[in-house]
């Protein structure tokens, strides 16, 4: 259980104050945290926070949006905020097609997904250096192709490696979620190419049906179609032996007590995770 790392996200009814001391309460070790809560809180409040309360912070979401307009600015801040905090990566949703922007009906936008992952490459030419002087490791997180148009045009670990194969695995890694690689057949080979890339691994299950925000169609472990046995393994196995996120986005579990729900992903963790680190 050392390795319990809590999402803010999972427990999002709690500000980040309430989710470090939950994090405390509980015995949790480590906690990844989002820009607009730190925002919330107050960036010098929340380093304040977590070192007050021996936290590490597994990562911190998000940079990204690569595809967008003028996107330097914003992930260079996110840069200086992940080094600040001294999170073990600042992930990277890299974005979707440009002028798609997520949860909005379509204006003008581009069709040319080849030309957008292009941007993201220039995105990511532009912020490695950077990111690089400032200690910080910048997380490439593949989504399901679902997220395609609108979130990132990296929709499997295979791509994502391969975008981050120009850098230091220390500078540019990926991220290993659960909930958008399950369903890749190449997945666990990809796995062991990653290897040292590995900079987090996320956990939560996918759920059947999907909701009609398919973004919230995230899980408590077990109550889903994924097999955390493989996956799991495959990442001990690449030498990942970083901190591992329960990272849940589901309307109910956002409505119910953050208490129940963080004792519960620690059971279900216990339960469906941590044994496959042993025995891998």
Request: proline share 6%; with cysteine; charged share 20%.
């Amino acid at each position: 259980m050392r390795r319990f790392s809590l999402n803010q996200w999972t427990t999002k009814r709690w500000s980040v104050a309430e989710a470090v001391d939950g994090c405390v309460r509980h015995g949790v070790e480590a906690i990844g945290l989002w820009r607009q809560d730190v925002a919330a809180q107050g960036l010098d409040e929340t380093v304040k926070l977590v070192r007050a309360a021996g936290l590490r912070v597994s990562s911190l979401c998000r940079g990204g949006f690569l595809t967008g307009p003028d996107p330097l600015a914003d992930n260079r801040e996110a840069i200086d905020e992940a080094a600040t905090l001294g999170a073990s990566c600042l992930v990277m949703v890299v974005g979707g097609l440009p002028g798609v922007v997520p949860g909005e009906p379509l204006g003008a936008f581009s069709r040319d997904l080849a030309g957008a992952r292009a941007r993201v490459a220039e995105g990511l030419a532009a912020l490695a250096p950077y990111a690089a002087e400032r200690g910080v490791r910048l997380a490439l997180e593949p989504l399901h192709p679902m997220y395609c148009a609108d979130r990132a045009v990296l929709s499997t670990l295979g791509q994502a490696i391969d975008f981050a194969e120009p850098y230091p695995p220390e500078v540019v890694g990926v991220v290993v979620d659960s909930f958008h690689l399950w369903w890749d057949p190449d997945v666990l080979p990809q796995i062991a190419r990653a290897g040292s890339r590995i900079a987090s691994y996320q956990v939560c299950d996918f759920l059947v049906p999907l909701p009609a925000d398919v973004l919230l169609g995230r899980g408590m472990m077990g109550d889903g179609v994924i097999d955390f046995t493989p996956l799991t393994q495959a990442v001990a196995e690449a030498g990942y032996d970083g901190d591992i996120e329960v990272e849940i986005f589901n309307a109910d579990i956002w409505a119910a007590d953050p208490e129940t729900v963080l004792t519960t992903a620690r059971h279900r963790y216990a339960q469906l995770i941590a044994p496959n680190l042993q025995e891998a």
